[in-house]
Structures are given as C-alpha cells and as structure tokens.
C-alpha cells in the first residue's frame, strides 16, 4: 500500500504519493495541491494495479516516434506493399503531427480534431487509411501496457462516396481489346478471369494448364519505389481460375518457346509487365482511341477490368461462391460487400423462377378478404 506525504514549497504546502509499481519498484508522484487529490490518485493506482490495468507513467512519456518503430517491427507476414504503405503514412501524415507527443498525451479529442482537418484536405477513404495507423499503433501500445486506453477509439470518421465502378460490357471489351493491339490479348485475360495485375505479371509458364483450361494463381508482384518485389497473392491463398476456351491460342502464343518458370506475360525485351508503364504505353491510349470513336465510352482503369469479370460472371449466371472462388477473396460475404450491385439482379431471377413454379398451382386463385379478429 502506498502512502500520501506533505512536504513544503515557497508557493506553499504540496503533497506527494508513494507507491510501488506491479514489478515492485517504488516510485513517487508529487505536486498534489490538497491531500485528497492525492489520496485520489493513490487509490487510483492501487485500483489499476489490482485489475491488472496499470500503466507506469514512464511507459506513457514514450514518443510517438520511437513507438513508430516498435509498432512496425512487431508486425509480421505484412506484404511488401503494405508496409510500404504504413512507412508513407506514418512519414507524410503521423509523425509530422503526432512523432514529437508522448503517447501519454494524446487526447481523443485532439484525435478527433485531427481527424476533422485531414478530412478538410483529403479523400475520405485515404483519412480512414491514415486514421486506421495511427489507431492500431495506439492499440498495439495498449495491448503492451505503455497505456491504459486507446484516445483514438470511437472517433467519427468521414463517410466514403463509392465511385461507380466501371462494369464494361461483351461488346465493350472486344472494342478495348481490339483498341489495344498486340495486347489486346492481356485485357481480354484480365476481363474474364478476374486476375488482379499483380497476379496477372507474375503468372509463369508452369502454372498454366492449357489443356484444361486452368491457371493456377500462387504468386503477385507489385512495384514498390521503382523495385519489384514478388509475394503470395493478396489473400495469402493460391487458387485456381479457369479461363474462357478463347483465350487458349493468344495463351499458347505467349508461352511458345518458354520454360517452366518463365513468365507468360513479358514486356518486348522480355522483362517483368509494370502496371504504371503498361497503363501509360498500351492502357491510356487504347482507351483514348477508343472515346475518340465513342465519348459515352466508359473512362475505366486496369483494374476496373477485374470488376468486369466479376459482372460478366454474373450476368452468366455464376453464383456468389463462385465468383467469390475466381476473383480469390477471403470469403462470399466479402464478394457480396463489394458486388452487392451485381446480385440485384439475381434476386430478380429468383422472385420470376418462384413465379414461374407456383403459377400453376396459384394462377386464377381468389383470395378472401382476411379476418383479421383479434389481431386488429
């Protein structure tokens, strides 16, 4: 049990507590003006102690900074990409604001404030990523006692405006491929096996089954400040998609004269696809011509290509497991959150099928008025 003692100043009487800390070493805390504040603060203590909640004020005046690089060297299994990613935000937006506070003084409401600003300067979706660093570095500390709570908990976010994503059709993609020439053939694989372009680059020659029309997807790379830097795919989950009998002589025509480990997409010398080029040489371009002939076209991305997949599964009638399989998300409720749109139209089908099947047994059927007795 810890003890409140008074002691003498020139700006008058002061009290002090001391206390040991759950490892024993004895510590103190002075500057109390009255002694029931700090017999308050002393029985605070012994509370926090006994429910294993107690945080030592040493472990809280650890800068935001330095608690930057814990936090990241104690994630592990990230992707390249993602750390990367954490590194940018926590140089361009965190450590700029919070790198020089000790984590023991960061308020929720200067969090909050925080939040606010960004959310006058940025996208919505980039102050969610932003906020969602800081907070999980904040957790982290939590979690390792060096606080006793989250401040960046429970804070009001800014809403996302979902941009319409572009769904191309059939004929859509035959103008796009036919736009893009000689790599005609690469849209057209992205728009019908859903592959992300990480996947796509980084397929080789001994994971594709032409003969059943399967790739096996077990390998993504990305580019990372100029670096590729090669990994699992996004999900940590290989998979197998199954290609559309079309794309078999353009996949032939790439994998003739490779080996195994060779990569069936190249660029003209033979080196590894990079997205940024790609999209400024062929995917721009292709897309320029294409809107020159046809304004109302839509403005679309690569990636917008792997959306389309999902939308043309589903218009031929693939189920939500299914597209959930090809596209290599983690679950069908995570496809049905992000296609939500594309199913409303299976609900459709559904509600005709049941009054396809019932009509026989309904059709021409009166209904009597209903007597509803003690229900009114």
Do not use: C
């Not at 003969?211 to 990305?222: M, P």
């Not at 839509?298 to 389309?308: A, G, N, S």
């Not at 031929?316 to 959150?337: E, I, W």
């Amino acid at each position: 049990m810890g003890s409140v003692e008074s002691y003498d100043t020139a700006k008058g009487r002061r009290y002090r507590v001391r206390y040991r800390t759950p490892n024993n070493r004895q510590t103190d805390k002075r500057g109390f003006r009255t002694k029931r504040d700090a017999e308050e603060f002393l029985a605070g203590v012994e509370t926090l102690k006994a429910t294993g909640e107690f945080v030592s004020s040493t472990h809280s005046r650890i800068l935001v900074r330095d608690w930057a690089q814990v936090w990241l060297s104690s994630l592990v299994n990230l992707k390249p990409t993602t750390r990367s990613g954490y590194e940018y935000t926590l140089g361009k937006h965190i450590l700029p604001r919070w790198g020089s506070h000790r984590l023991g003084d960061i308020s929720h409401a200067q969090v909050q404030h925080w939040v606010s600003e960004l959310s006058q300067q940025l996208a919505a979706s980039t102050v969610r990523q932003v906020y969602h660093v800081l907070a999980s570095m904040l957790k982290f500390a939590v979690r390792d006692r060096k606080l006793t709570r989250n401040p960046a908990e429970d804070i009001k976010l800014p809403r996302i405006t979902k941009r319409r994503r572009g769904y191309l059709t059939h004929e859509q993609v035959a103008v796009l491929v036919e736009a893009a020439a000689d790599w005609g053939d690469l849209l057209a694989t992205l728009a019908y096996t859903g592959l992300r372009w990480g996947e796509l680059a980084a397929l080789r020659v001994k994971n594709v089954d032409l003969a059943h029309r399967r790739l096996s997807i077990v390998e993504s790379v990305s580019e990372i400040g100029g670096t590729l830097a090669w990994g699992t795919p996004k999900s940590d989950e290989s998979r197998v998609v199954v290609a559309p009998s079309f794309l078999v002589a353009p996949l032939k025509r790439r994998m003739t004269g490779k080996r195994g480990d060779d990569l069936v997409f190249t660029t003209l010398t033979g080196t590894p696809m990079r997205n940024n080029n790609f999209r400024h040489r062929v995917f721009n371009p292709a897309l320029a011509k294409v809107r020159e002939q046809d304004p109302l076209f839509p403005v679309v991305t690569p990636h917008d290509l792997r959306h389309t997949a999902a939308s043309l599964a589903v218009s031929a009638g693939a189920n939500v497991k299914a597209v959930q399989r090809m596209l290599g998300h983690a679950s069908a409720a995570m496809t049905l959150d992000v296609y939500a749109d594309l199913f409303d139209e299976d609900l459709n089908a559904v509600s005709d099928a049941l009054d396809r099947e019932a009509a026989a047994h309904f059709a021409g059927k009166v209904w009597p008025e209903p007597d509803l007795g003690p229900l009114h």
